[in-house]
């Protein structure tokens, strides 16, 4: 059986366009027993979320927020908005890689 | 306009954006619940560069043309002013005088004479020039000092109004606003700001009420119905089959935004890090407890596009198993290939132009960051190709189009054919824009913007 993922834990987990310049991504937890094990900082944290997305840990901005079960995190797109590099425009489809991050057994 | 202080206003949002539309029924509803002012935003720069830096809408005409039938015969019916923001995608005046001739079109088939705002917003880089060297303009993170030189290679700049321009074209009368490049929640925010509602939950039911149906549990329905008052906000779906929970409304600050407890607007700072929100019933949510603080500076921020080169796009399909079981290799080789015939024919280096090779099916949405490396069934191979001229750009194309049919993986010793998706397989994007812009100015609040008041221009 394959491990357990954040997705497989989350009510929904997205990415979109904070402005052209910055991304944000929210993790939509079931339950506080899911919001618990993402919100746990030995997790996920500013340096396992620069080493995933390749950008200077120093940038992302972190939110825990224990009253809607979701932890949010914001930095810089890494590519402009619309630029030739930009293969996502609204980027809608960045959430990915964290999604499907396998939790600590 | 009456702007006398009122003891609770009624907003109407039917959509998070002009042009979108909404179930039939959906204007009548709010209408019965009673609404003293209808907003719909008629921007973003979510759908990325082009509609600011050429200056066109993303919506069609007649879309729009049939959202604004429907909300002019609401505001009459009602008898409320209408406010729409961001007019034309990106607010440039071309945005706020194509929405505006909408408007006259349908007013005169409607037999409507209502007074009608326009609020400009478009900022000339000349001018922009002598406010940055006054030291009155300044980043915002990521980006750095602004250059005059960025502020010349715009194509359009707007200045984005916070609900001060709104505010006063109501007071002198208009009962149409068509503003240009407006914050989002400034468009619903402005009127009840006028009529003394506080500024915490004015700002705050403008940010919930900005992306309509989103703080409801259905997106797909029509938007909100939100009374402030002096103590907070009542919020609801306009949609009698869906509702706004708890969840969907205190979730929504977190929509698009980088600080999901803080957020800048020009007067100030909305701040709902200790706001509440209570469940009234199945169909409505209760949120007080929403703060502003006004900020000692007002501020304007600027959004500017500018061209980056002319693209020429190629595509095409592989489903052969012998070139996918190394299609990173193959389009490596094929790229180099590709540069080396540019250079032979067209006497280009690899730093006068630039391609983009993308390989849909295999990584191309997440690039370097692609966590799953099996192999893929079936690959479409874009080559976007941007130079300095469309010729330049499409002649490239041209080039690369025999070797992107033909090109053998490593170890065939013949020439395979690709799935070409069209003829010819290439397309001419025209200009590609990028926003260079993400600063703001030290200013009064409406001494950016310019408000034409009657009779379109």
Redesign the interface.
């Known amino acids: 059986m394959s491990a357990t993922t954040i997705a497989d834990l989350a009510l929904e987990v997205r990415s979109?366009?904070?402005?052209?310049?910055?991304v944000?991504m929210?993790l939509?937890m079931r339950d506080e027993a899911g919001y618990a094990i993402v919100a746990d900082e030995s997790f996920v944290n500013e340096q396992v979320l620069a080493d995933?997305?390749?950008v200077d840990a120093d940038?992302i901005?972190l939110?825990r927020?224990p009253?809607?079960n979701?932890v949010?995190i914001?930095f810089?797109r890494y590519v402009?908005?619309?630029?030739?590099?930009d293969?996502?425009?609204?980027a809608g489809?960045?959430h990915?890689?964290l999604a499907?991050l396998r939790v600590p057994s | 306009m009456n702007d006398a202080p009122a003891d609770r206003i009624r907003v109407m949002t039917p959509s998070g954006m002009l042009g979108s539309g909404w179930p039939d029924g959906t204007l009548e509803r709010g209408l019965e619940l009673g609404v003293d002012v209808i907003t719909v935003d008629g921007g973003s720069t979510d759908s990325g560069p082009h509609y600011l830096g050429s200056s066109t809408p993303k919506t069609a005409a007649k879309a729009v043309a049939r959202d604004l039938r429907n909300l002019l015969r609401a505001a009459v019916q009602g008898d409320v002013p209408l406010v729409i923001g961001s007019c034309g995608t990106s607010g440039t005046d071309d945005g706020v005088d194509w929405v505006a001739g909408l408007v006259a079109a349908i007013m005169a088939e409607e037999g409507m004479a209502l007074p009608v705002a326009r609020i400009y917003s478009e900022q000339s880089a000349v001018d922009l020039k002598d406010v940055l060297n006054a030291g009155r303009i300044h980043p915002l993170a990521p980006l750095g000092e602004l250059r005059a030189e960025t502020l010349e290679s715009c194509t359009h700049i707007v200045a984005m109004m916070g609900a001060e321009p709104i505010i006063d074209a109501l007071r002198d009368g208009a009962r149409v606003v068509l503003a240009g490049r407006a914050t989002d929640a400034g468009v619903a925010a402005a009127y009840p700001l006028m009529r003394g509602m506080p500024a915490g939950p004015s700002w705050h039911a403008g940010k919930i009420a900005e992306c309509g149906g989103q703080a409801t549990a259905n997106p797909r329905t029509g938007g909100v119905h939100i009374t402030i008052d002096a103590a907070g906000f009542t919020i609801e779906a306009l949609d009698a089959g869906t509702a706004c929970t708890v969840q969907t409304v205190a979730a929504h600050m977190l929509y698009e935004t980088v600080n999901p407890f803080q957020m800048r607007e020009p007067a100030g700072t909305l701040d709902v890090g200790d706001a509440t929100y209570v469940q009234l019933d199945e169909r409505r949510v209760r949120v007080e407890g929403s703060r502003f603080h006004h900020a000692e500076q007002h501020t304007i921020k600027l959004e500017g596009a500018r061209i980056t080169g002319y693209e020429t796009m190629l595509f095409a399909g592989v489903r052969d198993p012998l070139i996918l079981a190394d299609i990173e290799g193959w389009a490596d080789a094929l790229l180099t290939y590709v540069r080396g015939s540019v250079a032979g024919t067209l006497g280009l280096g690899a730093d006068d132009y630039a391609i983009d090779v993308r390989l849909y099916g295999h990584n191309a949405v997440l690039d370097d960051l692609e966590p799953d490396r099996s192999p893929p069934r079936e690959v479409g191979v874009m080559l976007l190709v941007n130079a300095a001229d469309q010729a330049t750009a499409t002649a490239i194309a041209k080039i690369a189009n025999p070797p992107l049919l033909h090109f053998p993986a490593e170890g065939m010793d013949y020439f395979p054919s690709t799935a070409f998706a069209t003829s010819p397989a290439h397309v001419e994007r025209g200009p590609a824009y990028e926003f260079v812009l993400h600063h703001v100015v030290d200013a009064e609040p409406t001494a950016m913007f310019r408000t034409e008041l009657g009779a379109t221009r």
């Open positions: 979109k366009n904070a402005g052209p310049f910055w944000t929210e939509f995933l997305y390749q940038t901005q939110f927020i009253s809607l979701v949010k914001s810089p402009v908005q619309g630029s030739l590099r293969r996502d425009m609204h489809q960045h990915v890689p499907l």
